[in-house]
């Protein structure tokens, strides 16, 4: 398929911010975003039809962020975040060198709050295989810093657990649990939530961690990041009336809302299908 021209959108402050995952993972972003921008309208485009991202050749990945990358900015963004880690890490290139907006990703995101949090220089991520298998995060902390040392740790089954709403389940626990006792052997300092998927599962995993290890939750980290973007670039949306905010799915699967309410802390509305 030929790559259409890239397409250049001048950008104003009351334009949204674009937030895309490959299905409702990245709805953490969008609750983070809200938490820390409250006035900002976010659109967020969920590729629920085509998920899971992980499984999926570089090519498809790139090919189906480039789709995503121009539908949002036919929607006018002024920043686009890729809140999908293995979009991040597999097609980061590719979406800005589509994109005419600033470009901000969840890896290099946690990466920098890795950096800033760590004391030791001992970090351990933990992600889904594709991710882990990527080492993107390893590429990306150790970029800022090479003398950080990372460990990485996938966690399959935390995904799954998280869309059944198994928070604080002794099943969870038992499996977090078994996933971070090699990290917790290396004697790491901070753990990074290398998937959108994580932070729901922070309590728990402060437990079993303990409280000397610093948790990087990359949605908190990206919300400071486009702060402090919107600030350097004056893009913060001067009204402060009740801000826009839509999402756009490429299908409603079964539970599709229960699940999707939850990673954002509210009931979904405003919900559009879009046919990719």
């Not at 097609?91 to 600033?102: E, F, K, L, T």
């Not at 998937?195 to 599962?201: D, F, R």
């Not at 948790?215 to 400071?224: E, W």
Request: glycine share 6%.
């Amino acid at each position: 398929m030929p790559q259409s021209a890239k397409v250049h959108v001048p950008s104003l402050p009351e334009y949204p911010i674009g937030v895309f995952d490959s299905g409702v993972g990245g709805l953490t972003v969008v609750h983070a975003l809200r938490r820390r921008l409250p006035h900002e309208n976010i659109y967020y485009f969920g590729d629920t039809a085509r998920v899971p991202y992980g499984v999926k050749s570089a090519e498809t990945i790139a090919r189906f962020s480039t789709q995503i990358v121009e539908f949002l900015l036919e929607k006018r963004v002024k920043i686009l975040i890729i809140a999908c880690n293995t979009m991040a890490a597999v097609a980061s290139q590719v979406i800005r060198d589509r994109s005419s907006v600033p470009v901000l990703d969840v890896i290099e995101a946690g990466a920098r709050g890795a950096m800033q949090e760590t004391r030791s220089r001992r970090v351990g991520v933990i992600g889904t295989l594709a991710t882990v298998a990527s080492g993107a995060y390893d590429r990306a902390i150790q970029r800022h810093d090479a003398s950080i040392q990372v460990r990485s740790q996938a966690c399959p089954l935390f995904v799954p657990l998280v869309e059944e709403g198994w928070l604080d389940h002794v099943v969870t626990r038992i499996t977090a649990e078994e996933y971070l006792r090699p990290l917790c052997r290396e004697n790491i300092d901070t753990l990074v939530l290398g998937c959108t998927h994580y932070p729901l599962l922070k309590p728990l995993l402060r437990e079993v961690v303990g409280a000397d290890v610093q948790l990087v939750d990359s949605a908190d980290a990206i919300a400071n990041q486009t702060a402090a973007l919107l600030e350097t670039e004056q893009l913060a949306n001067p009204q402060s009336g009740a801000p826009d905010y839509r999402f756009f799915v490429t299908d409603v699967p079964q539970r599709f809302e229960q699940v999707g309410g939850r990673f954002l802390g509210r009931a979904l509305e405003n919900v559009h299908i879009i046919q990719m």
